[in-house]
């Protein structure tokens, strides 16, 4: 259970908005650390974001927290993200679905007719998307976590691989059950978003102002506002690279599928660029398309900070999210 390439700050020792984060993260979720998020911290203000659209899409409101547990194991299994598949397998436990949770693990599909859809969608086997808010910003939020977790942190859920374990898996679902199957209030993490858009005259909190970015999917919902801050937040990780464009083109150009073994897609975007600039372009294309194809050669031809490092790979994962959010949002892909 260790990290890559960076040293997050722990809980005991967070202070700021990190701390806060934190905070309410343990209440909500039950656990005093979450490696998804601390992966984070070096940047609070995203790690604000990212704690805002997960909690928002996957545990707040009345929605089947199951389907949503499916919509986000579904998305970390097509994305390969380990660490993310293991996470929510114990996640579907806590649910009490246990039978459901090791089907999906073991390669399954759901026998109950809207799960097995909302799983095939979010696996990208079909492209009928739920209209809930919360089941649709459950897969982009993934979309951004499997990337960036992929990139900073050990395949490992438990010591050992002990997730690995189907006996472990469903005692591990069990300390999680209170808190997964808790019905939380939607909005209350949104006092944590900082720097929104101008407000509006006669708009002052924070909240409303970031809603007024809410994408027409989200139905004016928390979902959207904590999505309009997660973009804001990662996208400004570009200001890094000379040539952010170069990233968008090879995103716009994907299928959605993963890319040849072969570095031809990797040598095609990087074509033509100044030596400074390859090092960092290619990282920020990896963590959008290919993020288990990071190395620690990748990381170490780039001179960075935790901080710089955490942005660079959150701007190419934002970009691949946004690629995402256009199929099933017509205005995302104006």
Sequence with gaps: MGFLHISPAEPKAATGLVAEVYRRQAADVGLTRMP???????????????WSMLRESLMAG???????????????????????????????????DHDLAETLLAGGRPDEPRQAALFAWATGETRDAPHEPELLGTALVF???????????????????????????????RTLARPARRLLP????????ENPPTPAPG????????????PAWADGSPVGAAYAALTGAAGQGGALLAHPERVA???????????????????DALDGLPPA?????????????????ITEGDVAAWPH??????????????????????????AAAS
């Design 186 to 193: 939607p909005g209350e993490s949104l006092r944590l978003l």
């Design 143 to 173: 979309h951004f976590i499997n990337r960036m977790v992929t990139a900073l942190h050990t395949p490992d859920v438990l010591p050992g691989g002990l997730q690995k374990t189907r006996l472990v898996r469903r005692a591990a679902g």
């Design 36 to 50: 998804a998020l601390m992966a984070l911290s070096s940047v609070p203000a995203l790690l604000a974001a990212t």
């Design 249 to 267: 083109e090879a995103v716009v150009r994907w299928d959605g599928g993963h890319p040849p073994m072969g570095g031809s897609w990797l040598a």
């Design 277 to 293: 600039e390859v090092a960092p372009t290619r990282l920020a294309l990896l963590a959008a398309l290919a993020p288990y194809r």
């Design 203 to 214: 708009q002052t909190h924070a909240a409303s102002a970031w809603a007024r970015s809410s």
């Design 62 to 96: 009345p929605l089947s927290r199951t389907e949503r547990e499916i919509v986000a194991l579904g998305v970390s299994t097509a994305n390969r993200c380990p660490y993310c598949v293991g996470a929510h397998t114990l996640f579907l436990h806590a649910t009490g």
């Design 305 to 330: 900070t935790d901080e710089s490092l955490v942005r660079l790979l959150a701007f190419g994962a934002v970009t691949a999210v946004r690629h995402a959010e256009r199929s099933f949002s017509p």
